[in-house]
């Protein structure tokens, strides 16, 4: 079993950055591959960047690469969203999440493939 919580969230102008954080609880946390996903109102869960267990591969949304950076601390059992150059329509919730099978070489971009979930935490960016 694996819990995920976010921090980091709030409101932003255009142009700025936040940093989010997903801290987990669980032994399986360091071979599992994360993802971050988000969801603005009225609209469905979008992918956002996800990370192999390693660290070593990463995929992101054609609508966020070059601006977010996903990371992730084993030692510390988190992962790390960095968002530069923010938008207003980066506006949503975000959430982490945890693939329980372990160490498989390709992170996930489906959401159907996570099994662990955060709460999520809100991004507002003004403009």
């Known amino acids: 079993q694996v819990q995920l919580v976010e921090s980091g969230g709030g409101l932003v102008q255009a142009g700025g950055s936040l940093r989010l954080s997903c801290a987990a609880s669980?032994?399986?946390?360091?071979?599992?591959?994360m993802g971050w996903f988000r969801q603005a109102p009225g609209k469905e869960r979008d992918f956002v960047a996800a990370?192999?267990?390693?660290?070593?591969?990463?995929y992101y949304a054609d609508s966020v690469k070059g601006r977010f950076t996903i990371s992730r601390d084993n030692a510390k059992n988190t992962v790390y969203l960095q968002m530069n150059s923010l938008k207003p329509e980066d506006t949503a919730v975000y959430y982490c999440?945890?693939?329980?099978?372990?160490?498989?070489?390709?992170?996930?971009?489906?959401?159907?493939?996570?099994?662990?979930w955060g709460q999520g935490t809100q991004v507002t960016v003004s403009s």
């Open positions: 999440a945890a693939d329980r099978t372990s160490l498989i070489a390709r992170p996930p971009i489906s959401e159907y493939e996570y099994d662990y």
């Open positions: 669980g032994r399986t946390f360091r071979t599992s591959a």
């Open positions: 990370i192999s267990w390693s660290g070593a591969i990463t």
